[in-house]
């Protein structure tokens, strides 16, 4: 763990508040897919090293992966809905929103959507990306490294993750803008605004043990 001294330092704190359970998880679920994949996703990024000249920085969040069985059921949740309220098969396309070092993307391959886009900011976190995408041979996914308001690429027919990545003010223009399209699943991990969802159909809820392991999947049907 020598590579990673910001997880390190992360680590006494997240034991004291959960337990060696937590310890577990990074080892199985964070730790554990670098080393199956040849990656590198699992290591924190403070947001006081980001650029300071990031538009919106004042609204995001560092950078800290998913847990991989969070991804898993969340994308099983959605693909088994969809199949199941669709009258023909329907191929949804994948959004991650604040894709980070492209875990999500990476995981997206495994599953039958017609396009996967992921949406950064941070050109360092994209180039790693590229990387990990490049070692695991993901080549479908699409990566913008840009600010998420610069993004015109929203549409229906579309299954946006997004782990916390903003806050209250930035989620609801992002949660406004989606929301004029059909046919979307909003996988939200972490759902610290749901309120901002309020409208939606909550089609599946996870409470887990720390906030990290708590989803929300949102569903939109008809265009507002």
């Not at 998880?25 to 199956?36: I, N, S, V």
């Not at 070692?135 to 929203?154: H, M, N, P, Q």
């Amino acid at each position: 763990m020598r590579n990673h001294p910001q997880l390190v330092e992360m680590l006494p704190e997240a034991i004291l508040r959960h337990g060696p359970r937590r310890f577990m998880d990074y080892l199985a679920q964070e730790k554990g897919f670098d080393t199956e994949h040849h990656t590198e996703t699992c290591s924190l990024v403070q947001k006081t090293v980001y650029p300071k000249e990031l538009r919106n920085l004042e609204h995001g969040s560092g950078y800290q992966a998913a847990f991989t069985d969070v991804i898993v059921n969340s994308f099983d949740r959605v693909i088994r809905h969809n199949k199941l309220h669709q009258k023909q098969s329907l191929r949804l396309r994948f959004v991650d929103i604040g894709s980070g070092k492209g875990k999500a993307l990476i995981i997206a391959h495994s599953y039958p959507f017609e396009t996967i886009v992921g949406i950064e900011y941070n050109q360092d976190l994209c180039e790693v990306a590229r990387r990990n995408l490049s070692v695991t041979k993901c080549g479908r996914a699409e990566l913008f490294c840009k600010d998420i308001l610069e993004y015109d690429g929203f549409g229906s027919d579309t299954v946006y993750f997004a782990f916390n990545p903003f806050d209250e003010p930035l989620t609801k223009k992002v949660a406004k803008t989606v929301e004029c399209y059909g046919n979307v699943y909003f996988i939200y991990n972490n759902p610290t605004y749901k309120e901002v969802f309020r409208d939606w159909q909550l089609i599946d809820r996870t409470v887990g043990y720390c906030p990290n392991r708590d989803v929300d999947i949102y569903y939109r049907h008809m265009i507002s």
